[in-house]
């Protein structure tokens, strides 16, 4: 649960040992490890938490087999382990799940390098998971694969997660450990000493303009792509290059899959995937350079668009797929260290820490976000004063046993998203918010607890981030809002001005950068 906006503003006054900038995956992950080595720790969001790349990830856990054909072999390893140690953390939230790999005639990759870095990829987890299939095995798995030319391919494991839950889950950790976190708080300018040392943040709540100074040990700076805009306001000169992945959404029942697949793409050979997720299929990603305004919610371009829909098309040629088959777009923004290499999915993927008055913590992968909060604290130590109290426990938390009428799928995928304080309320949930909302696997209950318990304050918070009823639904869900309206605005506490104007402001954000060119 998320404290109310009112008392964490009164609490802001308070000495604290960090102040994090920045409400993503980064961010979120040193949150929850701060509080959890006991530091006092308050995170700051100029817009929701996830907003950013943390909402709109191609949400694989995985290690990035294309970095080993980089030559980027420490951070395949890194993000192995990472993978491993999430699994066994947060169970349910992140789900292992099965790729294939097709191999094709005239692959620049054949069976001998496939089988060498599958063979490594494994070694980094500690175990051999990966095995070759031939042709008619592998169409058993994907019945609509295109059969022409196709040579065999290989089945190996990785992971997928929901972005923002995973975001939500880290910051509701840290707050339950005696964390702070506030959305719609811009940082406006630092606090600094007359030798130029920063020892604080200015923030103004966007909401009210309610304006305050929070006085800190350390100022980290995680707001990634957003990172140069806030080094600059300290006179650091940019460093970064920002580079859009897009993806298409699509029906689970238009390309039916258990698997992830590995495409090559036609034109250029760029791995592309396409992966089951939340009863959808997703198909990524893109990777171009980004030079539009950071503070307009990014878009699919219509040349991404072509790009992704041509790739898919050749993978299942007998399904038909087509433009009327997407349901949802959606972009988003990362930061690499800019070496200027080309193509853009050539920039190394590592994780950077600079120290320059204020600790930025950036580039790295959603993979590798706790490694990333380590890192940056190692960076602090010399900052911060003895932790509160002893560190608590990796651990997962114990899941509690799901009442008698609750499916246990139905208790791990509530549990795993929301915490387990939702188990402890299910007596409280009425018949009617039990039951999926149709066309999704998303319960009522899980839209009546992020309303109530997890900070939302737009429309777009609950649609796009909370649940994901705004890239599952038809139209964004549109027309959904239009026939639960009575029950959806009592759920927010709404009057009928109000809810028009969120319905209206949402309708332009879907439109505008979730809606199919």
Known sequence: ????????WERLAEPWDLVIVGGGITGAGLLHEAARLGFRAVLLEGRDFAWGTSSRSGKMVHGGLRYLRQGQVRTTWLSVRERERLLRALPGLIRPLGFLWPLYAGDPIGRPAAALGLWIYDAFAGRQAHRYLGPDALRIYVPHLNPKGLRGGYR??????????????????????????????RVEGFRQTRTGAVEG?????????????VRARAVVNATGAWADQL?????????????????????????????????????????????PWEGMVLVGTTDVDH?????????????????????LRRAFPDLDLGERDVVATFAG???????????PSREPRDHVVWDEGILTVTGGKLTTFRAMARDALRALRRRLPAPAHPPAPE?????????????????????????????????EISSEDRERIPGTEILWAEVRWAARFEGVVHLDDLLLRRTR???CLPEGGLPFLRRHRARLQAMLGWDEARWAWEVQRYRQIWETSYQPP
């Open 1 to 8: 649960m998320i404290p109310d906006r009112k008392e964490v």
């Open 156 to 185: 190996y494991l990785d992971a997928i997660t929901d972005d923002a839950r995973l975001v939500l889950r880290e910051i509701q950790a840290a707050v339950g450990q005696g964390a702070l976190a506030l959305n719609y708080a």
């Open 201 to 213: 943040v200015r923030v103004r709540d966007v909401l009210t303009g309610r304006e305050a100074e």
């Open 231 to 275: 080094r600059g306001q300290l006179g650091r000169p940019p460093r970064l290059r920002l580079l859009r992945g897009s993806h298409l959404v699509l029906p689970g029942w238009r390309l039916p899959l258990a698997q992830g697949v590995i495409l090559l793409h036609p034109q250029d050979h760029r791995p592309l995937y396409v992966l």
């Open 291 to 311: 030079a539009e305004d950071l503070d307009a919610e990014p878009r699919i371009h219509p040349e991404e668009f072509v790009y992704l829909l041509t790739a």
């Open 333 to 343: 923004v990362r930061a690499v260290v800019g070496t200027g290499r080309q193509p």
């Open 395 to 427: 651990e997962p938390e114990p899941v509690p046993e799901p009442p008698a009428d609750l499916d246990p799928a139905v208790a791990v995928r509530l549990v795993s998203r929301y915490g387990p304080g939702i188990l402890s309320r299910w007596a």
């Open 469 to 471: 009823l705004g890239l």
